[in-house]
């Protein structure tokens, strides 16, 4: 299968090594930085250095392509603006839809969203059927972008959208990422639950995707929603550091949508978690 890896980070790498080892696959992985260009070369059979919004770009990284997978995102694992978040997303799925009348061959998109679409369900579960709410600026643009994709489908092109959890892994370990809430005092009672996911088994749901032709929305999170208090609870613990406090829910706290978010879908698809609930030591 011939796959295009539409900004090839810290999960579309991670596909990249799923996808090389297989034989008879041919990869072609984007990135925005010509300095990223030699690193790529040892996972791929073709790195192109653009940005998305650039059609005549894209559409060589996608003219010999089978499936593309979109996995995108401005800042990796830091939060920016949401006018940067619009120009990314929504300027990079316009383009790929403007190229598909040149795409006959296109068969599959996938595209990496988040859970972030999901509003409050007073701690309740949602699923793929469940409305999207989007709470902020950001959850718009993610919502926008997945509504744009879905004009991909077509009875020759399938498009799954696969809606994850808050990543984490080998350099974006849960531990490090929260020791410096260590001691100190946060806004609100810490009880809404946060979702998780590995970054292997991002990669892992997305080869998945491709292998079983999926056309559809998936949610891409472990087993375990946990209450964002007990998870720093538990962190600080095994790190031997002083806990978390909480102030209390108040009228200045943020209110934060509570939800825990099914995975049902993806086990019924036959996907196997590797990491089933986050590591934290
Ligand atoms: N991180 C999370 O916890 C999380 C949660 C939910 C969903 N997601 C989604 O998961 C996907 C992958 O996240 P990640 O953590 O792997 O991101 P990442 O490490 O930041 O990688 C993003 C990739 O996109 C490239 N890129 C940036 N702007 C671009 C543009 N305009 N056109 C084309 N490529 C562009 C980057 O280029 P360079 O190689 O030059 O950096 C990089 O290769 C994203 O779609 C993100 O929204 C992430």
């Known amino acids: 299968m011939r796959v295009t890896i539409v900004g090839c980070g810290y999960v579309g790498e991670a596909l990249a090594r799923l996808l090389g080892a297989q034989p008879q696959s041919h990869l072609t992985l984007t990135t925005t930085r010509e300095q990223r260009r030699a690193e790529l070369e040892s996972l791929g059979n073709r790195v192109l250095v653009l940005k998305a919004s650039d059609a005549p770009a894209l559409q060589q990284a996608l003219e010999s392509a089978d ?77 926008e972008s997945e509504r744009l994709l879905a004009q991909a489908r077509s009875d020759q092109r399938r498009v799954c959208v696969l809606r994850l959890g808050a990543i984490y892994g080998p350099g974006r370990d849960l531990s490090r990422r929260f ?41 891409v999170v472990d087993d375990q929603p946990w209450r964002v208090a007990d998870l720093l609870d538990r962190i600080c613990a095994a790190e031997e550091l002083p806990p978390v406090h909480w102030s209390g829910p108040s009228a200045d706290a943020p209110s934060l949508p509570d939800r825990r978010i099914s995975n049902r879908r993806l086990h019924s698809l036959g996907y196997p978690l590797l990491h089933p609930t986050a590591h934290y030591g």
């Open 67 to 143: 499936a593309a997978v979109l996995c995108m995102a401005p800042g990796g694992d830091r939060q920016v603006d949401a006018g940067v978040y619009a120009a990314t997303y929504r300027s990079s799925i316009t383009t790929v839809l403007e190229l598909l009348p040149e795409l006959p061959q296109l068969k599959q998109i996938v595209y990496t969203s988040s859970c972030g679409v999901y509003g409050d369900a007073a701690g309740g579960w949602v699923d793929e059927c469940s409305p999207v709410v989007p709470r902020d600026a950001h959850a718009e643009v993610l919502v």
């Open 179 to 219: 020791q410096a809430l260590a001691g100190t005092t946060r806004p609100g009672d810490g009880q809404n639950h946060s979702h998780w996911i590995h970054r292997d088994d991002v990669a892992g749901a997305m080869a998945a995707a491709l292998a079983g032709a999926w056309d559809q929305t998936v949610n």
